[in-house]
């Protein structure tokens, strides 16, 4: 759940002025009811307002909810009127918004893509993508699988874990360290400091700092002793991006990638473990892991909103009249469930990448596909060392700690047949045997035409049907 001190802080803050109608006893995206059951809240929302509800932020900042899938992509898709630049922000121009406020971190311009539009964004953008284009997604995989056998090796001879803590938490980090250029035990305290800078607690500050500390000393390495890497890739791209945009970039990208692949591994496992419509689908062999994620990216997206646009103009919103310098908060979960485009929730929703988990537009996630390499890698991993994995708890016994912009599980507690590691012997994604003296081909390396690695063929349903057949 968000830090106490989170609400404490945001009590003391400025209230905006009187004369805003529509906000007028407005319900707060934050707090314990917002905590408690956002998708609950989302549908009062919906059911009070329509697709565009009003909303009060931390320190009861007014502004609009996003609800509805059609209107989502109508702000993501017009940049004329709903800007990604924070600094059109009435409140915060008028000194409603202080440097101690808790949506600073996420609200404060920066010299990112997420931050512009037009040719500053393409440039930005453009050398993000050009660089992410450059990974091998063999490689990735490889790696992956690696650091997944990893930290199963760490638990596997107690018979039971959280695979949360153990597994999801660890893994995309651990493998972002590697595509990043940085060593690898700097993944553990990456992870705590991520975590806790997203809650916005009281050493958010500070966790943040860290971060930044880090991938500046990591920019630095990189200038002297450049790899093949991301972070080299964008300080030699052509767009010329200062250390200091690189550094930014590097930022958006880890915590991204952080966040959104810890929690689309969580609830994959989760419905692996508990949801009886996906056993069924995979009793008659017609869902695969990779329909897996997508069901899970539509019914639980890794952010649940995004606050990050701001009307450029007045303008007209699903029934509401949006003020120029108003902020708009993107509700994606709501959006993936909005009756308009999903009359049967309970419907399966095989090979459909249409809903927003990544939001949409020119600002959609650009490595949303590595996020999937890593989720589904390491989750196939997981179940072919431990094929016989129960859930330790009851299902509703499963909590989650939410924030205004994620929901995530608390734990996901399991059991199993208790083993020895045998990492040697159960490495599922070995590169073809290299030649005497040739290097060893790096996750991040470009690809290049050598025989497919052994996961890619691999049948993930192969494992999980001989589990399921052993329940």
Known sequence: MTDTSEHSRAEALPTPPPGCPAHAGATRLYGPEAEKD??????????????????????????????????????????????????????????????????????????????????????????????IARFDKRGIRRHVAECANQLVDRFCTTGHADLVSQFAEHLPMMAMTQLLGMPEEYSPQLVNAARDMLRGTETAVASNEFLQETLRKLVARKHAQPGA????????????????????HLRLVLIAAFES?????????????????????????????????????????????????????????GGQQIKAGDALVLGLAAANVDKAIRPDLDAPIHGNRSHLAFSGGAHECPGQDVGRAIAGTGIDALLLRLPDLNLACEEYELTYRSTMMTRHLSELPVKFKAHQPHLSELTIC????????????????????????VATRSSWWRSVRKWLRRR
């Open 38 to 131: 956002p998708y609950g809240l989302y549908e009062r929302l919906r059911a009070e307002h329509g697709p565009v509800a009003p909303i009060l932020l931390h320190g009861d900042l007014p502004a609009w909810l996003v609800l509805g899938y059609r209107e989502t992509l109508d702000v993501t898709r017009t940049p004329s009127r709903f800007s990604r630049d924070s600094r059109l922000w009435a409140d915060m121009r008028e000194g409603r918004v202080p440097p101690d406020h808790p949506l600073t971190p996420v609200t404060t311009w920066q010299p990112i893509c997420t931050f512009a539009d037009g040719e500053q964004h393409e440039r930005w953008r453009g050398a993000v993508n050009d660089s």
């Open 229 to 248: 890497d991301f972070t080299t890739w964008l300080l030699e791209h052509p767009s010329g991006l200062s250390d200091d945009e690189v550094q930014q």
């Open 261 to 317: 692949t810890a929690n689309v591994i969580a609830n994959t496992l989760k419905m692996v473990l508990t949801d009886v419509r996906f056993r069924a689908s995979l009793a008659g062999g017609h869902m695969t892991l990779p329909d897996a994620v997508e069901q899970v990216l539509w019914d639980e997206p890794p952010f649940i909103t995004i606050l990050g646009r701001w009307a450029a103009q007045d303008t007209e919103l």
């Open 430 to 453: 070995e590169s073809t045997p290299a030649q005497p003296g040739a290097p060893a081909q790096s996750a991040a390396s470009p690809a290049t035409p050598d025989r497919e690695p």
